[in-house]
């Protein structure tokens, strides 16, 4: 297993490379960010600044390995020293592949020095001829677990770390979440809230942007929530949270950016991995292989999954209409049956030593359908008004395809130039069935709702970096994106026998919705010799939209918005990083919150989108402290938000159907959000770790409402939520390993009410064989179920709604890995950018 230790990883990283290659105070890494972290093992070595450095025309180059497992080390630190003199005069960090290679060698004799937390420093010595390469193969490091002068490091990769910009979960050492999907893993995840229908808010809110790749897809435009159920766990390499975007990024997602990293082998030669699971609640199967000879690479890769469970629900709810109170008592049980599949097929070409062309297709698929079974008891005055029941059957379904083709060209270390082009489309079916029956059972009628939904993505983006000096870089980009939405709906009665007709109340429609953004940024990024790392950027983002039903034309005014971004970062003693961080946010509304459908697939929530919503504007302020103290690694912030124009979720009594409440969406509020995050991992012994979080913040609403009077009145709500989640992982003798997980999220503040709290655990042990080509596992996970209750409360209606969750689990995986993987040389010189989406190799 590749070894990456914590945050220190990237530290290492940085200042070898910072001090080899550009000089002290760089302190960014090959792509030049800075982060101002404390150096290796070894005083850091400089270059002579002044340029007298001999250079010639060799070429030292080789792969860096774990001995142990014979993969590679990612961004191992490597410094060229003279053998006489000790000075460094070259250095560079390798890439995914554990490839190094430093150009322009003059002829001598010299040791070069390869470090690399978790591992023994390894010295070779090479001789260097005039005009000769010098192919130095494949350099094995051996494992070591040792205290640093700086930090305490060891042979166990970190199950979360923190970069200059971003915290990273590392999900390939999950294992209670194999044969699960991503929402599993996003439970684990710092600063992430996931509830039981995958919504996923970071912060408090929900208002966010989802990456997979470092890539926009339609599927997740779509819903978030769905296009979690369609991605394997087993194929996720790391979960990145972006709370404090730089410029290079879109605008778009007033609490962060979430980039969901898929596994990809880099190596030479041939591998297929083969992955299964069975359990009571879900059963999954995967095949990938991945090829790679010379300067081609290709993968091929397919993922199913069946899903099935049942819940039971409760509302008591009561209304009032012309002062008279409607109290309504609803059950139903739940049957919920999916299917949901992925599928990719990608090639990578070397076009020279400096120039790749990447491209890839991924189809996504998803049938869902859901059966309830509703009893509705209507009561007034405290008196049985009528009994009624209804069978609801629900059918969401999608198609989904993401072309992506992406050019880079590298004219020198850190000065970059690349240029991608990306389709998205996604075809969505959400469509219920439903008869309603009488106090006898009998069939009274029938109703029907059919939804299709289309949304169609171009994109198109170019960047260029460069560095200036030894301690800066420059950063610019455009990008556009051309997003096409149409919904096509109708909602039809019958009786028990004959045709379906259209309902006059609701009308069949249709909602043509055109998005046309076009952005540039500019980045700048200066790093002192007194540990000062400051990364200043700003963006602009002009959107124009044009949106018409069958009535009419809707008018939303285009508008722009230029969005700062401000990261200083402060290198305090030994093992402390100091950070502050500002950035503006923009939230564009969603196809669903768009969407103008009327869903009563649920007759007491009916829901309807509303396509006239503009976007909300967030300013978020974010400092943070990190540090490591011995073998404990700690991070605390503290962070505020403003968000105005809010998109918010607001209801009220239906004035059709008796005891119904409405939902819907407008640009009526302001939220504030002040909190804390605190996490940690811990080494208790070099096998067996501990990490674990706490989120704690005060929420605030304000919005408007109708009252009683039929007039528009100012409400807000407030409160704190408590968060947390614990996970240890023990690494035994003979392949064994146990891994357990606990995480809970308190009551949500609503506007107008709480949205219920929730409890997830887990406990699951696997044995590796076969020397780690295969695996055995079993876990089990919410073994006592689960109950939520939510509210809301307005002065027409009071709404209580618990729902009982039967999701006990327990489920048995395997996984196999088949092929040779070997190191050769190749030329590629593949892109390695955490700040921009780009194509090939995002794997950080």
Known sequence: MKKIVSILTLLLTVNILASAQFGPGMGGGQRGDGNGRPQSTQQAPTLNLEGNAPKGNSKVFGFVIDENVSTAVEFANVALYTKDTKKVI???VADEKGKFSMSRVAAGEYNLVITFIGFKDKSIEVKVEKGKDNDLGVIKLAQSVK??????????KSMIEEKVDRLVYNAEKDLTSKGGDAADILRKVPMLSVDLDGNVSL??????????????????????????????????????VITSPSAKYDAEGSGGIINIILKKSTLQGLTLNFDSGVGIRGSNLSLNGNYRQGKLGVTLGGFGRVFYNKSATSLDQTTLRNGIPTLTNQTADAFDNGLFGRYNLGFDYDLAKNQSLTASVAFGTRNFSRSQDFIINQYKNSILNST??????????SNSVDINLDYIRIFKPSQEFSISGQFSQNKLTNNFFTDLLSSSKELVSRQKNLNTNFNNEITLQTDYQTPIKSNQMFEIGAKTVVRQVNSDYEYLFANPTGSFSSDARNPAGLLNYSQNIAAGYV??????????????????????????????????????????????????????????????????????????????????SISIGNPSLKPEISNNLEFSLSTNIKKTYLNLSVFGRQTNNSITRISMPSDTVLGAIITTYQNIGKEQTFGTNIFGNFFITPKWTLNGGLDLYYNYLEGQQTGLNGLSTTISNSGIVVGGRLQSSITLQKGWAIQAFGGFRGNRVQLQGTQGGMGMYSIGARKEFANKKGSLGLATENFFGMKMRSTLTTPMFNQVSINNIFN????????????????TETKKSKLKNDDVKSGGDNNN
Not at 213 to 234: G, H, R
Not at 585 to 591: E, F, K, S, T
Request: overall charge positive.
């Open 203 to 240: 912060r408090g809110t929900s208002n966010l942007k989802v990456l997979i790749n470092n890539k926009p897809s339609t599927i997740v435009a779509s819903s978030i929530a769905d296009a979690l159920k369609m991605i394997p766990a087993d194929l996720i390499k790391t979960v990145e």
């Open 808 to 823: 006990q689990n327990i489920k048995l995986t395997f996984s196999y890995k088949i092929g040779k993987m070997k190191f």
């Open 90 to 92: 070259d250095g560079t």
């Open 388 to 397: 009624s029941f209804r069978d609801v059957t629900s059918k969401d379904l």
């Open 523 to 604: 980045s700048y990024t200066f790093s002192t010799k007194n540990k000062y790392t400051f990364k200043v950027g700003t963006r602009y983002e002009y959107t124009k939209i044009t949106a018409n039903d069958q009535k009419s034309d809707i008018i939303i005014p285009a508008y722009g918005n230029l969005v700062p971004s401000v990261n200083i970062s402060k290198s305090v003693g030994k093992a402390s990083t100091l950070k502050v961080a500002y950035n503006n946010r923009i939230q564009r509304p969603g196809l669903q919150q768009l969407n103008p459908n009327y869903n009563a697939s649920n007759p007491q």
């Open 147 to 156: 205290q640093l002068d700086e930090v305490t490091v060891t042979a166990e």
